[in-house]
């Protein structure tokens, strides 16, 4: 497998990863294709391990009505052939709130609530390809209110 290759197979990872977040289809076992067993997860809400970084990511979401990640400019640092690589990319986050969260922000509040940032990931090479093994979430900037009981 070239460098290439694994590119190629991050950056689908990446896109795959957030079309999945978006859908919002979380059957059980839904990060297997996603995730190793012991990955972490660092996010301005906190930092979680293992299956309680699966459940504080459905809870997160859980928040919005909808949501829709767009990600760009993915840069992969693997070797080729190596089982450890890095990546980074933007991401531009726009979360679409709840009725009840907007009754209680009240009338006129903008229903959207956009993050532009960057995410960070350490990945491993498994017998399914490649999986996150820690991911860094890293806001730049925020637009509009966090969703209820959540600073920006």
Not at 109 to 132: I, K, N, Q
């Amino acid at each position: 497998m070239t460098a290439q290759d694994d590119h190629a197979e991050i950056t689908l990872l990446v896109d795959r990863f957030f079309r999945a977040l978006d859908e919002r289809t979380f059957a059980s076992g839904w990060t297997d294709d996603f995730l190793t067993e012991d990955s972490g997860m660092e996010t301005p809400l906190g930092t979680f391990h293992g299956a309680v970084a699966v459940r504080a990511t459905e809870e997160a979401l859980g928040r919005y009505d909808r949501t829709q990640h767009l990600v760009s400019g993915v840069v992969v640092d693997a070797a080729a052939g190596a089982d450890r690589a890095g990546a980074s990319w933007n991401a531009l986050m726009t979360h679409v709130h709840d009725d009840a969260t907007l009754r209680e922000y009240g009338a006129g509040t903008d229903p959207l609530f956009t993050v532009g940032g960057r995410f960070d990931a350490e990945l491993r090479r498994t017998s399914g390809g490649w999986r996150f093994s820690h991911v860094t979430v890293r806001p730049i900037w925020t637009r509009g209110r966090p969703p209820l009981g959540v600073g920006a």
